[in-house]
């Protein structure tokens, strides 16, 4: 079945309040993704994000993002004012982010809403809080303690809390008690609402297709709850941090510094903690995309306080036994491995056996630095392709940026004299579309032929990334239109 989708991060939608959330406009967006004759909708990762505003640095695994809870609705459940959530300043502009202004004024206003919220008796948050409680806790807990330390790192607390002593918890617990009960609500409410915008989704034909880290932050309520997780020494200090070593795109690699696991320790337990993990994504999701599939055969692994990933080594991850305990346990499932980079024989292998589709991304098909094949002309049916991804310029962008080089193997590939750079996106997409690969994802900047102010994110860089959000009505009819014609020319319009 030949399948397609947009991809579009829920912070991107063009929501009130100053950024994307489970509004109004997010199912004015599934409704968009019908008519456009789209079966998927692909999003970032949906967690709480910390130090520079990356959903890939997220204080929990398991909890939601209290920024995607819409206002409007807890005025709606007369939780909130109309006039209340008028009041704070949520940044003045409607195509990017303000996040300083949003961390301020956010919580003040879910506060508001918590402070008029009665749980006690209500069967389905009390349901919640049961379901949920193996993680719930600790996370809101841990956020507790962190709004008491001024935001600092578990790390920078003292000893008793940062090292877990049972007796100081308790009575911290005690102490923050309302508090901890204001990130329970926030979480229900946050599970409620993405709740029914999936189910929504999915009634309109709509799958979500989500987005799993490998790696979890550091300053994250699963470092410091579960710290025999990960590779730590006795005084819980990292030994070693993620990364990828230097390439044709970094003379000194990417230094991520999230915390590496300890795959020993894992499969001891059965992958007990990954299971929850995953079996939790797909309570949220109906297909998952597994971040960085490499780290699974095998991970660079950088000392501990080296500035760069440069003095790093690739060191053995848990393999193909952990994608069979997965099936084992929790069946067969809907997964996309993200395979991008440099790839050996064994993650080939890896993958080949996983029986995951793998990525393809078109810009990379023209790269001179990139060693895989990623003309369409190669691909096989069991693979996702893209223009592009959330860490790739816009194809407009891509255009201006790249070589010569790579601009005429474009043009010698799509067999063009010229190539119309007003045109180039949906070329492309074309391509994209046209390929045998089961699946193709196009991100909605390709479709709006947006230049490099549309780009999301530029891995190992910090500022302006994550801010990017459609204006309303960039997304018209016409569009929509176009949309529908490609899809329905290439054979991949949903079966009624």
């Given at each position: 079945?030949?399948?397609?989708?947009?991809?579009?991060?829920v912070?991107?939608?063009?929501?009130?309040?100053?950024?994307?959330?489970?509004?109004?406009?997010?199912?004015?967006?599934?409704?968009?993704?019908?008519a456009?004759?789209?079966?998927?909708?692909q999003?970032?990762?949906?967690?709480?994000?910390?130090?520079?505003?990356?959903?890939?640095?997220?204080f929990?695994?398991?909890?939601?993002?209290?920024?995607?809870?819409?206002?409007?609705?807890?005025?709606?459940?007369g939780?909130?004012?109309q006039?209340?959530?008028?009041?704070?300043?949520?940044?003045c502009?409607?195509?990017?982010?303000?996040?300083?202004?949003?961390?301020l004024?956010?919580?003040?206003?879910?506060?508001?809403?918590?402070?008029?919220f009665?749980?006690?008796?209500?069967g389905?948050?009390?349901?919640?809080?049961?379901?949920?409680?193996?993680?719930?806790?600790?996370?809101?807990?841990?956020?507790?303690?962190?709004?008491?330390?001024?935001g600092?790192?578990?790390?920078e607390?003292?000893?008793?809390?940062?090292?877990?002593?049972?007796?100081?918890?308790?009575?911290?617990?005690?102490e923050?008690?309302?508090?901890?009960?204001?990130?329970?609500?926030?979480?229900?409410?946050?599970?409620?609402?993405?709740?029914?915008?999936?189910?929504?989704?999915?009634?309109?034909?709509?799958k979500?297709?989500?987005?799993i880290?490998i790696?979890?932050a550091?300053?994250s309520?699963?470092t410091?709850?579960s710290?025999?997780?990960?590779?730590?020494?006795?005084n819980?200090?990292?030994?070693?941090?993620?990364?990828?070593?230097?390439?044709?795109?970094?003379?000194?690699?990417?230094?991520?510094?999230?915390?590496?696991?300890?795959w020993?320790?894992?499969?001891?337990?059965?992958?007990?903690?990954?299971?929850?993990?995953?079996?939790?994504?797909?309570?949220?999701?109906?297909t998952?995309?597994i971040d960085?599939?490499?780290?699974?055969?095998e991970?660079?692994?950088?000392?501990?306080?080296?500035?760069?990933?440069?003095?790093?080594?690739?060191?053995?991850?848990?393999?193909?036994?952990?994608?069979?305990?997965?099936?084992?346990?929790?069946?067969?499932l809907?997964?996309?491995?993200?395979?991008?980079?440099?790839l050996?024989?064994?993650?080939?292998?890896?993958?080949?056996?996983?029986?995951?589709?793998g990525?393809?991304?078109i810009?990379?098909?023209?790269d001179?630095?990139?060693?895989a094949?990623?003309?369409?002309?190669?691909?096989?049916n069991?693979?996702?392709?893209?223009?592009?991804?959330?860490?790739?310029?816009?194809?407009?962008?891509?255009?201006?940026?790249?070589s010569?080089?790579?601009?005429?193997f474009?043009?010698?590939?799509?067999?063009?004299?010229?190539?119309?750079?007003?045109?180039?996106?949906?070329d492309?997409?074309?391509?994209?579309?046209?390929?045998?690969?089961?699946?193709c994802?196009?991100?909605?900047?390709?479709?709006?032929?947006?230049?490099?102010?549309?780009?999301?994110?530029?891995?190992?860089?910090?500022?302006?990334?994550?801010?990017w959000?459609?204006?309303?009505?960039?997304?018209?009819?016409a569009?929509?239109?176009?949309?529908?014609?490609i899809?329905?020319?290439?054979?991949?319009?949903?079966?009624?």
């Amino acid at each position: 079945m030949r399948e397609s989708g947009i991809l579009l991060p829920v912070f991107a939608l063009p929501s009130a309040y100053g950024i994307g959330c489970f509004s109004k406009e997010a199912y004015v967006f599934v409704d968009q993704l019908r008519a456009a004759g789209q079966g998927r909708w692909q999003i970032l990762p949906l967690g709480p994000t910390g130090y520079g505003d990356s959903p890939y640095q997220s204080f929990s695994t398991f909890a939601g993002n209290p920024y995607f809870i819409d206002l409007e609705t807890l005025v709606q459940e007369g939780l909130l004012t109309q006039e209340e959530c008028e009041s704070f300043d949520f940044g003045c502009r409607e195509d990017c982010i303000d996040y300083e202004k949003l961390y301020l004024s956010r919580f003040q206003v879910l506060h508001l809403a918590y402070e008029r919220f009665n749980g006690q008796g209500d069967g389905e948050y009390e349901r919640f809080l049961r379901e949920n409680m193996e993680w719930l806790e600790e996370y809101c807990l841990f956020m507790a303690l962190k709004n008491k330390h001024g935001g600092a790192s578990w790390k920078e607390w003292e000893p008793p809390l940062r090292d877990r002593d049972e007796e100081a918890l308790m009575a911290v617990r005690e102490e923050l008690q309302d508090e901890i009960n204001f990130f329970r609500f926030q979480q229900y409410e946050f599970s409620r609402q993405w709740g029914r915008l999936r189910a929504y989704a999915n009634e309109r034909g709509v799958k979500v297709i989500g987005d799993i880290p490998i790696y979890v932050a550091f300053d994250s309520a699963d470092t410091w709850a579960s710290p025999e997780l990960f590779q730590f020494d006795e005084n819980n200090v990292p030994i070693a941090v993620a990364g990828c070593p230097p390439d044709g795109f970094s003379a000194t690699g990417q230094l991520w510094g999230n915390p590496l696991y300890n795959w020993e320790y894992h499969k001891k337990t059965g992958y007990a903690w990954w299971m929850r993990r995953i079996a939790h994504c797909f309570r949220l999701y109906d297909t998952v995309r597994i971040d960085h599939f490499r780290g699974f055969d095998e991970y660079y692994a950088i000392p501990y306080g080296h500035p760069t990933a440069e003095h790093g080594k690739w060191m053995p991850g848990p393999g193909i036994d952990f994608f069979h305990t997965i099936e084992e346990k929790l069946g067969h499932l809907d997964i996309i491995a993200e395979d991008l980079g440099f790839l050996t024989d064994s993650v080939l292998q890896l993958l080949e056996e996983s029986g995951f589709p793998g990525m393809k991304v078109i810009q990379f098909a023209f790269d001179s630095r990139e060693s895989a094949n990623y003309l369409p002309h190669t691909y096989t049916n069991n693979c996702v392709v893209y223009t592009g991804t959330h860490d790739n310029d816009t194809t407009r962008g891509w255009y201006h940026s790249v070589s010569r080089e790579c601009r005429e193997f474009a043009k010698e590939y799509l067999h063009r004299h010229t190539l119309d750079v007003d045109e180039l996106s949906w070329d492309f997409a074309a391509m994209a579309m046209g390929s045998v690969a089961a699946l193709c994802v196009i991100p909605v900047q390709d479709y709006l032929c947006l230049d490099s102010r549309g780009r999301i994110n530029t891995p190992s860089t910090l500022g302006n990334n994550w801010t990017w959000r459609l204006k309303k009505g960039q997304i018209d009819d016409a569009l929509i239109k176009e949309i529908w014609k490609i899809t329905k020319l290439y054979g991949r319009l949903p079966r009624q």
